[in-house]
């Protein structure tokens, strides 16, 4: 039997590092562990380094958010308190609890009568009862700060390094003498510094707020990590530095409005985001398809050809590109919105309820759960402007 799970073990893993997947043809394993300048070849071990990296990159980000990012909220007036408590009220907590966080009219019609409240009191409590949970806006602002503060560092250090790389200039030279390219230090620690980035925020997701798109972020920064690891170990890290570079430039644009909008800094707040609407869509479908699929799909094939990898980054980096088309239109929306209101608009995500009708406002106010049923809701669109090769 153990011989048995032994060579199963051993066909998979053969399967796994698979040369004729992973390599062009006539390259092995074994002609990347040959010397090289720098650090070497890529190798699969490499991404290993990247777990106690990731785990000192949360532990860094929990100090920043504690001794910097929350004097710098408090500091502009940003409060340290959670959305207004709901009135308690045992029946209907126990209809909350137990039955529904959101009533429909007949349940909303019975408990008028039984409580002697009229229908909007009692959806304002239920209102605020559901924000009761939800972070405050103090909670927000340090995760987006600590992000601004990465992005726009990671963005910095990019591209300082690709301004002296070679193929910044000439994009061609990503696929001369591939694979056997060597691994530069300054390469090696952009690469696993932004690995460990994401794979610390596939560690902080189940800290941090709670969004709608929970699920769908989760499965993002799997995919994310995976297509990292994937060009790292197959040593197309050139062309992925053009990439992570060209989708980080977005990144930091996208929090500072965010950071904006927690601060009621409204119209800083849209103009940032409309600057990071034209940056989003410049790159993403101006110089991602025009410079980098052009080079990953036509002159890649021209002088190394293809084969099974190539095909499957290759899938993965078009179907992204059909993603960007989808995100641009959204953000276009908002953005125009923006334009057209004065305001950006709300974030279908928010993970704070608000009433955008007067009256909720004015019966809430003079109700016994008086108080803001509001917490920063107005978010600007969320992840939309995250980097790596593949997004929400």
Not at 42 to 60: D, E, N, T, Y
Not at 196 to 205: D, E, K, T, V
Not at 309 to 332: D, F, G
Request: neutral net charge.
């Amino acid at each position: 039997m153990a011989t048995a799970a032994a060579g199963a073990l051993s066909l998979l893993w053969g399967w796994l590092w698979s040369e004729r997947f992973w390599l062009p043809q006539n390259v092995s394993w074994a002609d990347l562990e040959g010397p090289a300048d720098g650090y070497g070849y890529p190798r699969g071990q490499h991404v290993l380094s990247v777990f106690p990296l990731a785990a000192g990159i949360f532990f860094v980000r929990l100090l920043f958010e504690r001794f910097i990012a929350k004097p710098c909220a408090l500091h502009i007036g940003i409060e340290d308190s959670g959305p207004y408590q709901a009135q308690p009220n045992a029946i209907l907590e126990k209809v909350f609890i137990s039955i529904t966080k959101y009533p429909d009219k007949k349940r909303l019609e019975g408990l008028s009568k039984q409580l002697d409240w009229n229908v909007r009191k009692i959806q304002c409590w239920f209102r605020h009862r559901r924000n009761q949970d939800k972070p405050p806006t103090l909670t927000k602002f340090c995760e987006s700060m600590w992000r601004f503060t990465f992005y726009l560092f990671i963005f910095c250090y990019g591209i300082r390094f690709l301004w002296s790389s070679p193929w910044f200039w000439d994009i061609r030279q990503c696929w001369y003498n591939y694979p056997f390219q060597p691994l530069s230090s300054g390469l090696y620690y952009y690469y696993i510094m932004e690995l460990a980035f994401y794979w610390s925020l596939m560690f902080s997701q189940f800290t941090d707020i709670k969004r709608k798109d929970f699920l769908i972020m989760f499965v993002h920064h799997l995919v994310t990590i995976g297509l990292i690891s994937f060009s790292y170990i197959n040593n197309m890290v050139r062309v992925g530095t053009l990439i992570m570079c060209l989708h980080d430039v977005s990144d930091f644009l996208l929090e500072a409005a965010k950071l904006a909008n927690y601060a009621k800094y409204q119209r800083l707040c849209d103009t940032l985001f409309v600057i990071f609407s034209v940056v989003f869509m410049v790159t993403r479908l101006g110089i991602y398809p025009f410079w980098i699929l052009n080079t990953t799909l036509f002159e890649s094939w021209e002088i190394i050809g293809p084969y099974t990898s190539w095909w499957l980054l290759n899938s993965l980096l078009v179907i992204l590109q059909v993603l960007h088309v989808i995100w641009s239109y959204l953000i276009a929306r908002i953005a125009l919105k923006a334009l057209i209101r004065g305001k950006v608009s709300k974030d279908d995500r928010s993970d704070v309820e608000s009433s955008s009708e007067e009256d909720d406002v004015t019966t809430c106010t003079k109700s016994p759960c008086d108080g803001s049923s509001s917490n920063g809701a107005n978010q600007v669109n969320g992840h939309m402007g995250s980097s790596y090769w593949a997004e929400e």
